[in-house]
């Protein structure tokens, strides 16, 4: 596969800091932006267990370019080779990496390969935040198999409009606001696994959750 690069599997799930990949790289900085910018005020963002991946994100926001971004929760993720929220079906037979054959219409996911075990390879999959337009074509794709990846407001990005366009137009509700102190969601999915690690003295997840909690 072209520009796929070999890495330990086992150090990817082994590294406790990997758990703060669940929100992205891009997610994090941009909550610390947020933290920085916007002390007091609510945000917007999006309740991933409400979003239905309707596409809308991509053409309501009043941005050029949409300040929702599709992010990754490693902790969710199968890094499976037969991914559906990489692969269209047809590329999900082929496992091509042609651009006809994935889901991604700016090849914003990043797929790397990260080892061979019992006859199966295992990818993990980042998302270039700079080129994902927030379209969630991978995130209804992914959300037939684990649903790692979901949709997020980008509060380094989002100008913080008194009425959102976007959350106007979502038809599920999903657009909520929240404190400026804790303006990313997790997916009560991925909480319930955190709280698991944290449970087992995972201290890079237990700081995590202190920093995005969500709110139940």
Same mark, same amino acid.
């Given at each position: ?5 070999? !890495? ?37 963002? $999006? #309740? ?8 809308? &994100? ?20 199968? %890094? ?15 496992? #091509? !990496? ?7 219409? +700016?090849?914003? $996911? $990043?797929? !790397? %390969? ?7 390879? %295992? @990818?993990?999959? +980042?998302?270039?935040?700079?080129? &994902?337009?927030? &379209?969630?074509? &991978? ?10 990846? @979901? ?23 999903? %657009? ?5 102190? *804790?303006?990313?969601?997790? *997916? ?20 995590? $959750? ?7």
């Amino acid at each position: 596969m072209n520009g796929e690069k070999q !890495t330990d599997r086992r150090g990817f799930l082994a590294d406790g800091a990997r758990v703060a990949g669940v929100v992205s790289a891009g997610v994090l900085g941009g909550f610390l932006a947020g933290r920085r910018g916007q002390a007091e005020e609510n945000r917007w963002q $999006i #309740d991933p267990d409400k979003c239905v991946g309707c596409g809308n &994100c991509a053409t309501h926001c009043v941005l050029d370019e949409s300040a929702v971004k599709c992010v990754q929760c490693f902790d969710m993720c199968g %890094f499976c080779n037969r991914c559906t929220g990489y692969y269209t079906l047809d590329g999900l037979d082929s496992r #091509d !990496t042609a651009a006809e054959d994935l889901l991604c219409p +700016t090849e914003a $996911i $990043i797929r !790397t %390969f990260v080892e061979g075990k019992a006859g199966q390879n %295992f @990818y993990e999959y +980042t998302i270039d935040t700079d080129a &994902c337009i927030g &379209c969630a074509l &991978c995130v209804k794709g992914c959300a037939l198999m684990n649903g790692s990846l @979901y949709l997020q407001v980008m509060q380094d990005r989002c100008v913080n409009c008194n009425e959102c366009a976007i959350a106007v137009a979502c038809p599920s509700d999903a %657009f909520v606001n929240v404190s400026s102190d *804790k303006p990313y969601r997790l *997916k009560r999915v991925a909480l319930g696994v955190m709280r698991q690690k944290a449970g087992k003295a995972d201290k890079a997840a237990q700081k995590l $959750i202190d920093q995005v909690q969500a709110d139940e």
